[in-house]
């Protein structure tokens, strides 16, 4: 079964350092996601993307983030100088282009980021 | 993959008994909700969904309920087994959006 794949499993960065998280969406899925969840607190949504730029995003997701699709299959999030409350697992997503609807956002394992 | 929080609530119940897990959602503008599972180490994984303008939804072994004078939403497990461990969210989204806005969380753990 398809499934979407994170690289790496756990990040440990300094304060202030840039972090590029990778995710490897479902090969025919078109639109992608990513999500964090801080310890002890709910899943949030960062961003949405599709068709090469972003539909959606949060509050969460300010100047510091980006995501970019570099080429065909990986999907990654950049965060340029990163603060300790960045500390979270990061989710990334896909679904298939007839989204949205329900049912149809597949998560990624995650990456764990640390920054000290 | 672990969503694990210091504060959340667990429903402990013996294998093979029912389960119901229950959520509590904010927008009554939402025009879905759905069920994830996630277990230790994976990301969260879809189990079934509902549309707002029903009330109930079965899958296999799997029902959701929604009541929308009360803003709740239950999921029900038929006789739960050791593999049904783990942390299940409520999730809420429009279809005029594409995120998902999830709730909190509850552990579940099956006694042998």
């Known amino acids: 079964e398809p499934e979407v794949t994170q690289t790496p499993s756990h990040q440990v960065t300094q304060m202030g350092q840039e972090v590029i998280l990778r995710c490897v969406p479902i090969?025919?899925?078109?639109?992608f996601y990513w999500y964090r969840q801080i310890l002890g607190q709910k899943v949030e949504f960062l961003v949405s993307?599709?068709?090469?730029?972003?539909?959606?995003k949060s509050e969460i997701f300010d100047d510091q983030f980006s995501v970019e699709r570099p080429d065909g299959s990986n999907f990654t999030l950049k965060i340029r100088s990163t603060k300790l409350e960045d500390s979270a697992m990061y989710f990334c997503?896909?679904?298939?282009?007839?989204?949205?609807?329900?049912?149809?956002?597949?998560f990624g394992p995650g990456t764990r980021l640390t920054v000290l | 993959g672990e969503s694990v929080g210091l504060h959340l609530p667990t429903l402990s119940v013996q294998e093979g008994d029912n389960s119901i897990i229950n959520c509590a959602y904010s927008?009554?503008?939402?025009?879905?909700f759905i069920w994830y599972k996630q277990e230790s180490g994976k990301g969260p994984q879809f189990i079934i969904d509902?549309?707002?303008?029903?009330d109930k939804r079965q899958g296999q072994r799997v029902t959701v309920l929604l009541n929308k004078t009360v803003k709740h939403l239950s999921l029900q497990i038929a006789a739960t087994q050791p593999g049904d461990s783990a942390v299940y969210f409520c999730?809420?989204?429009?279809?005029?959006?594409?995120?998902?806005?999830f709730g909190s969380g509850t552990r579940l753990l099956v006694r042998p």
């Open positions: 509902i549309r707002s303008n029903m």
């Open positions: 993307f599709y068709n090469n730029e972003i539909s959606e």
């Open positions: 997503a896909s679904s298939p282009e007839d989204y949205p609807s329900t049912d149809t956002q597949y």
């Open positions: 927008n009554s503008a939402s025009d879905y």
């Open positions: 090969s025919n899925h078109l639109y």
């Open positions: 999730a809420e989204g429009r279809d005029s959006s594409y995120k998902l806005i």
